[in-house]
């Protein structure tokens, strides 16, 4: 995908992950005939021993590392790929193991609420059921499924058995009744909107298009740098005609839109009608969770970054040089230069709760939050509650937040060092000995890599 497409499709995986989608028959025969010739992967390998806390049995293996890619379980479906990353295939396996869809997917993703996945051929996008069978075959150049996740921060959206989870960046999850889907050449894509048969309800005939959410998608008419965007209902209609320079999806019932050119256009926000309800005035604009905005006055690279409420009115002056979502009253804020600035926090009246201080911060989850103390080669991460007590000293290369009360932390540098797992105390529960670890999912596993496998371990 090429250009303006490689940019947004950069920025949907960051911001959305949207719409799978799934519909009618056409490839049992593919699974048959990939059962013939496609090696049979062993099902119970020999178990790995692991270190862990003795009086813990946290850490088991549940399923053995021998996976070159493996995906959360959804559903109680999780995509593996066996093979590298150019030649491997994708294919799916239950929460014993068991593949259970063979690996013949050149692209797989995860089985969303609804039970469908979308899944890749070649160059084209179609979707599958719990069983393998095509829903739609694959047709489309380009495809999003029938849920969207709302995502802030350029940080991922969690999972779990259920579909994907909301985690402290994210600000919305909806069900929806229409995916996007795109036709055409790689360049001259056409966007439109496929319902759940696979066949399209609005045509295409955009030339880009965001999922629906909240009843609106943005579509852009046009190329990048002189299309305009508006919003269609899901009858196809316009509801705001376009006009533009980009927009995003609403939240909050507000949406971020931008006048002018990508460099010098100022961002605003507008309701569903289309009138202003902030005026453009700002360099760049975050969008609406829990009634509060993060906003920058100036261009991204000197530009303060503050916080408005819902009627445009500021609640925290534009003071930091970098500034995160506000969740639950609380946003990490930067000060200084990305080398020596620090981390700090503060509430939605712009006093500080931790004054700047630390050279990393994440969010709250769970009453906790990892800070780096020291520089960013040599510093330590620790866990800290909101009043700033530490409650895990500074001793992790590498620390993520907590997940159903376990963290996985990594000891050493990002070459030789390993992951392990610790609880709210800092106590290990599984020693350091994982080449790569995430968290922990709803149902109580943990992706883990060995030896260049993956693997799932349960909590």
Same mark, same amino acid.
């Given at each position: 995908?090429?250009?303006?497409?490689?940019?947004?499709?950069?920025?949907?995986?960051?911001?959305?992950?949207?719409?799978?989608?799934?519909?009618?028959a056409?490839?049992?025969?593919?699974?048959?005939?990939?059962?013939?010739?496609?090696?049979?992967?062993?099902?119970?390998?020999?178990?790995?021993?692991?270190?862990?806390?003795?009086?813990?049995?946290?850490?088991?293996?549940?399923?053995?590392?021998?996976?070159?890619?493996?995906?959360?379980?959804?559903?109680?479906?999780?995509?593996?790929? @066996?093979?590298?990353?150019?030649?491997?295939?994708?294919?799916?396996?239950?929460?014993?193991?068991?593949? @259970?869809?063979?690996?013949?997917?050149?692209?797989?993703?995860?089985?969303?609420?609804?039970?469908? #996945?979308?899944?890749?051929?070649?160059? *084209?996008?179609?979707?599958i059921?719990?069983?393998?069978?095509?829903?739609?075959?694959?047709?489309?150049?380009?495809?999003?499924?029938?849920?969207?996740?709302?995502?802030?921060?350029?940080? &991922?959206?969690?999972?779990?058995s259920?579909?994907?989870?909301?985690?402290?960046?994210?600000?919305l999850?909806?069900?929806?009744?229409? #995916? $996007?889907?795109?036709?055409?050449? $790689? &360049? #001259?894509?056409?966007?439109?909107?496929?319902?759940?048969?696979?066949?399209?309800?609005?045509?295409?005939?955009f030339?880009?298009?965001?999922?629906?959410?909240d009843?609106?998608?943005? $579509?852009?008419?046009?190329?990048?740098?002189?299309?305009?965007?508006?919003?269609?209902?899901?009858?196809?209609?316009y509801?705001?005609?376009?006009?533009?320079?980009?927009?995003?999806?609403f939240?909050?019932?507000?949406?971020?839109?931008?006048?002018?050119?990508?460099?010098?256009?100022?961002?605003?926000?507008i309701?569903?009608?289309?009138?202003?309800? @902030?005026?453009?005035?700002?360099?760049?604009?975050?969008?609406?969770?829990?009634?509060?905005?993060?906003?920058?006055?100036?261009?991204?690279k000197?530009?303060?970054?503050?916080?408005?409420?819902?009627?445009?009115?500021?609640?925290?002056?534009?003071q930091?040089?970098?500034?995160?979502?506000?969740?639950?009253?609380?946003?990490?804020?930067?000060?200084?230069?990305?080398?020596?600035?620090?981390w &700090?926090?503060?509430?939605k009246?712009?006093?500080?709760?931790l004054?700047?201080?630390?050279?990393?911060?994440?969010?709250?989850?769970?009453?906790?939050?990892?800070?780096r103390?020291?520089?960013?080669k040599?510093? *330590?991460?620790?866990?800290?509650d909101?009043?700033?007590?530490?409650? $895990?000293k500074?001793?992790?290369?590498?620390?993520?937040?907590?997940?159903?009360?376990?963290? #996985? @932390?990594?000891?050493?540098?990002? *070459?030789?060092?390993?992951?392990?797992?610790?609880?709210?105390?800092?106590?290990?529960?599984l020693?350091?000995?994982?080449?790569?670890?995430?968290a922990?999912?709803?149902?109580?596993?943990?992706?883990?890599?060995?030896?260049?496998?993956w693997?799932?371990?349960?909590?």
């Amino acid at each position: 995908m090429l250009g303006r497409k490689n940019d947004l499709m950069q920025r949907r995986r960051l911001w959305i992950i949207g719409a799978v989608t799934v519909l009618i028959a056409v490839g049992v025969y593919a699974v048959l005939a990939h059962h013939s010739i496609f090696p049979r992967l062993t099902e119970n390998p020999p178990a790995i021993k692991l270190s862990q806390t003795p009086s813990s049995p946290t850490g088991q293996f549940a399923i053995c590392p021998r996976f070159d890619a493996a995906l959360p379980f959804i559903n109680g479906l999780a995509a593996v790929r @066996v093979g590298d990353q150019k030649t491997g295939k994708w294919g799916y396996i239950d929460n014993s193991g068991k593949m @259970v869809i063979n690996p013949h997917f050149d692209v797989a993703n995860g089985f969303w609420k609804g039970g469908l #996945a979308d899944v890749k051929i070649g160059n *084209k996008w179609g979707a599958i059921d719990s069983r393998g069978e095509y829903i739609i075959k694959p047709q489309f150049s380009d495809i999003e499924p029938f849920i969207q996740a709302f995502i802030a921060d350029d940080r &991922g959206v969690g999972f779990d058995s259920a579909g994907p989870l909301l985690d402290a960046q994210s600000a919305l999850i909806l069900d929806s009744d229409l #995916a $996007v889907a795109a036709i055409g050449d $790689v &360049g #001259a894509f056409k966007y439109g909107f496929i319902a759940k048969d696979g066949h399209f309800l609005i045509n295409p005939q955009f030339d880009y298009a965001w999922p629906f959410i909240d009843g609106l998608a943005a $579509v852009r008419v046009g190329d990048p740098k002189t299309g305009k965007w508006g919003f269609i209902d899901t009858a196809g209609r316009y509801v705001i005609y376009p006009q533009f320079d980009d927009a995003m999806p609403f939240t909050d019932g507000l949406a971020r839109v931008r006048i002018g050119d990508r460099i010098t256009g100022i961002w605003g926000y507008i309701d569903k009608s289309g009138k202003f309800v @902030v005026n453009p005035q700002f360099g760049s604009a975050g969008f609406f969770m829990q009634g509060v905005a993060r906003v920058c006055i100036g261009d991204q690279k000197a530009g303060k970054w503050g916080y408005i409420d819902t009627s445009g009115r500021t609640i925290v002056n534009p003071q930091f040089d970098s500034a995160r979502l506000m969740v639950d009253g609380i946003a990490a804020v930067h000060v200084g230069d990305e080398s020596t600035g620090r981390w &700090g926090y503060v509430d939605k009246s712009g006093k500080y709760l931790l004054k700047p201080q630390f050279s990393d911060a994440m969010d709250f989850i769970d009453g906790l939050a990892a800070v780096r103390v020291g520089d960013n080669k040599t510093g *330590k991460w620790e866990y800290i509650d909101r009043t700033g007590r530490i409650v $895990v000293k500074p001793q992790f290369d590498a620390a993520t937040p907590f997940s159903h009360g376990i963290a #996985a @932390v990594r000891v050493g540098d990002e *070459k030789v060092g390993k992951w392990g797992y610790i609880d709210h105390t800092g106590k290990f529960l599984l020693n350091p000995q994982f080449d790569e670890a995430r968290a922990f999912t709803n149902d109580g596993l943990a992706r883990v890599k060995v030896a260049g496998k993956w693997g799932y371990i349960r909590r």
